[in-house]
């Protein structure tokens, strides 16, 4: 239910909510909140509740801290995990400063703007998400090892398949706070899961992709183990990928179902995706750790396109009507699906408008080319490095992420970047990457 302001203030009186948690994410999509009573809520809707914003990674510097956070009432959602008995709500929030202009590292704003673009062009995207993640032991201490909850495999069963109960928790708890996932089950990995999402439009699923993390994170630690969305956590193993499946509505009808006479409309959003896709891998696929990912366990390497072939970039599943879509395979969870989800929709409304030119579609398997083969083919960048340097020297990214945004963006993962230069990289990558991500 989308809830007005007013109906919020109602809800929270009559339902026993004492604690509200005004949520954000910073510019990298980790997920942060400040607590209020519900005697401060009508305030929060109205004035803002300010916080350091300097004390947020990518946000502002001690000269300029303060900043606002402004709840959004239709994102409202009580967490189940939490007492029955003096409850906790949760609303996602909208970033100000306070003469009142939008923060430029408020990245759901930004994502607003791509909706509200493909909107005014006649269009609706719809967004859905299948996300991995591994479950892993935890040791006597309570803190999270490197060992596998399990040995299970694609779509086993138990006992090999020791994460389905977890799964299970997983799912009641996120149709309680009305987001619905479609299907799960145990991945390739050991100890790896998925759990896919119906589509909705791109603000929502951007929004219930972060609820989803937090979920899974909070019934992993309830059974004693440790979540990880770490792109690449085991050499030799499968990774974590996020594949992103969109469609684009217009008129109520789907533009990517063969029978809606849009092939040319829907090739040309493919083609801008294409276009633009290392481009904005920096924002895809955002730690040193991606890349091992990239090129290996049905992860994709080069830009192209095929029908149902499961090693191509961008895959066009057997599906028709209301579920035609296009299913990018690249992104991992690390990635802030805000950003993510903001420059594809601006990539494919880009290759709409300029009328773009669908390439032939590539049906072999990308992972068994030869060298003088695959250099016939674009990749996607090799590393951070090459990914951010792209994304820097971008006029496209230019037009759609703010410069001060793109700047910390950079500065940070430039870091990182040195961080891992010339050491153990497993070892700095776990150091880096493991307990946050």
Known sequence: MKYKASEVLQFVAENDIKFIRLAFCDIFGTQK??????????????????????????????EHSDLLLFPDPSTLSVLPWRPSQGRVARLYCDIRYPDGRIFEGDCRHILRGAVERAESMGYTCQVGTECEFYLFKQNEYGEPTKTPHDIGGYMDVAPADKG??????????????????ETSHHEQGPGQNEID??????????????????????????????????PKPLAGH???????????????????????????????????????????TAFLNPLTNSYLRLGGGKAPK????????????????????????????????????????????????????????????????LYELSDG???????????????????????????????VLLEKYAEQKQSELARVAGKDRQKAEHALYFHRI
């Not at 300097?54 to 001690?62: K, P, T």
């Not at 990517?256 to 633009?276: Q, T, Y």
């Not at 083969?373 to 996607?380: H, R, W």
Request: aromatic share 6%; glycine share 8%.
């Open 33 to 62: 909140n400040i607590s209020i009573l519900p005697e401060k809520l009508e305030d929060a809707f109205a004035s803002g509740i300010p916080f350091d914003g300097s004390a947020i990674r990518g946000f502002q510097n001690l």
């Open 164 to 181: 389905e109960n977890i799964r299970r928790e997983i799912c009641l708890t996120l149709e309680e706070m009305g987001i619905s996932p």
């Open 197 to 230: 999402f119906r589509c909705s439009g791109a603000l929502e699923a951007a929004d219930n992709l972060i609820t989803f993390k937090t979920v899974v994170k909070t019934a992993a630690a309830g059974n004693g183990l440790y979540a990880s969305f770490m």
């Open 238 to 280: 499968s990774g974590n990928g996020l594949h992103v499946n969109l469609s684009l509505l217009r008129g109520g009808r789907n533009i990517f179902d063969k029978e809606s006479g849009n092939a040319a409309v829907a090739g040309s959003f493919i083609a801008g995706l294409l276009a633009r896709i290392c481009e904005i």
């Open 302 to 365: 080069y830009v192209t396109w095929s029908r149902q072939n499961r090693s191509q970039l961008i895959r066009i599943p057997a599906a028709s009507g209301a579920q035609s879509r296009i299913e990018l395979r690249s992104p991992d969870p690390a990635c802030n699906p805000y950003l993510a989800f903001a420059l594809l929709l601006h990539a494919g409304l880009d290759g709409i408008e300029q009328g773009l030119s669908l390439q032939p579609e590539t049906d072999r398997n």
């Open 373 to 403: 083969e695959a250099a016939s083919y674009t990749a996607l960048p090799e590393n951070l490095d090459d990914a951010l340097t792209l994304a820097q020297n971008s006029p496209f990214v230019a037009a759609h992420v703010p410069e």
